[in-house]
């Protein structure tokens, strides 16, 4: 019986690669070449499944163009990647990779609200730049962030892992929104007070978002918001790209309406908004929240394992589109 035939789109772990060979027909991008969305259509044909990351856009025209598709399994939590609904229209599953990688986003983006608040890459640029030549009281002073109210949008699970390291091990006030609020249980856990957006913006010391990107959510916070929130306040995204409207950021940390930002995500990534690359009080990095050996390795092994259960017939692990009835 011939095995099933995937599509690996970007270049992953060899030993993911091997494994994924031994139950399909494996076409790899190994090379990990930039595909038009007219060259994925083209590599996807004739193909059943697709190994994902986020980066390939699963819309009607390639599904369209490619009737034997029948899953496309991401490696990332987040799966804007995908029209779910067009996908559930053509009876094409979609699978993200959850839990594995939230203690490490959560570091991660507790790492990029330290580096924002303490302005360490302005720091470091103005030492590299050999411009240290003597000690003064207000030399890169920033803000505080033991003791301070750290607001968070959006409590998933990596919200909450945020809100306990900055509750537990800063002795942080923790403030957040969401579309529901947690029970009380979690809550509780996570020393978290559940307010309205308008008082967290207007409150919190440090903001830090964690919120899905949905039409819903598109700039989430854009000049309005960042209106509301304390000059000295800073901004973390570690969300998505186009939950900030990244044009009208640059605006407030150029005229200081707020302090600081720390950013992992952007719209139209990898490109960045060339206004952000020309203030100081920022800091930048390559959406790269979740960029530990062990976490890409589970993340790699939960896509894979959805395209291993889907093809033995067990049903995916972790759908986020309609699974069809027949593989239920």
Not at 75 to 80: L, R
Request: hydrophobic letters at 45%; proline letters at 5%; glycine letters at 8%.
């Amino acid at each position: 019986m011939s095995k099933p035939k995937i599509l690996v789109a970007r270049a992953i772990f060899p030993e993911t690669i091997e494994r994924l060979s031994q139950h399909f027909e494996v076409e790899s991008n190994q090379s990990d070449e930039s595909w038009s969305k007219e060259q994925l259509i083209e590599k996807l044909k004739g193909k059943q499944g697709a190994f994902t990351t986020g980066s390939e856009r699963i819309d009607a025209a390639v599904l369209d163009a490619n009737p034997d598709l029948k899953i496309c399994a991401n490696m990332a939590v987040g799966y804007n990647n995908f029209d779910v609904d067009a996908m559930a229209a053509h009876g094409v599953l979609g699978t993200n990779a959850p839990d594995v990688l939230t203690e490490t986003t959560a570091d991660f983006g507790f790492a990029l609200l330290m580096a924002t608040a303490r302005r360490i890459t302005e720091s470091e640029h103005f030492l590299r730049a050999g411009k240290w030549e003597k000690w003064s009281y207000d030399m890169f002073a920033g803000s505080d962030i033991h003791g301070a109210t750290l607001g968070i949008i959006g409590m998933g699970r990596i919200g909450q892992g945020i809100a306990k390291r900055g509750a537990h091990g800063f002795g942080m006030k923790v403030i957040y929104h969401n579309r529901s609020r947690l029970d009380a249980a979690l809550e509780a856990d996570c020393k978290a007070s559940y307010v309205s957006k308008e008082e967290l913006l207007k409150t919190a010391d440090h903001v830090v978002l964690v919120v899905p990107y949905s039409p819903a959510s598109h700039h989430t916070i854009g000049a309005g918001e960042l209106a509301l929130m304390k000059p000295t306040a800073t901004l973390v995204n570690i969300a998505r790209g186009g939950i900030v409207d990244d044009a009208a950021l640059a605006v407030a940390l150029r005229e200081k309406r707020i302090a600081a930002a720390g950013l992992d995500v952007f719209e139209g990534e990898p490109k960045v908004h060339p206004d952000l690359l020309t203030v100081p009080n920022v800091v930048l990095t390559p959406h790269i929240a979740s960029a530990t050996v062990p976490t890409r390795r589970a993340m790699a092994d939960l896509a894979a394992d959805n395209l291993i259960a889907y093809f033995s017939g067990k049903g995916p692990l972790t759908p986020v589109t309609p699974v069809p009835a027949a593989t239920k």
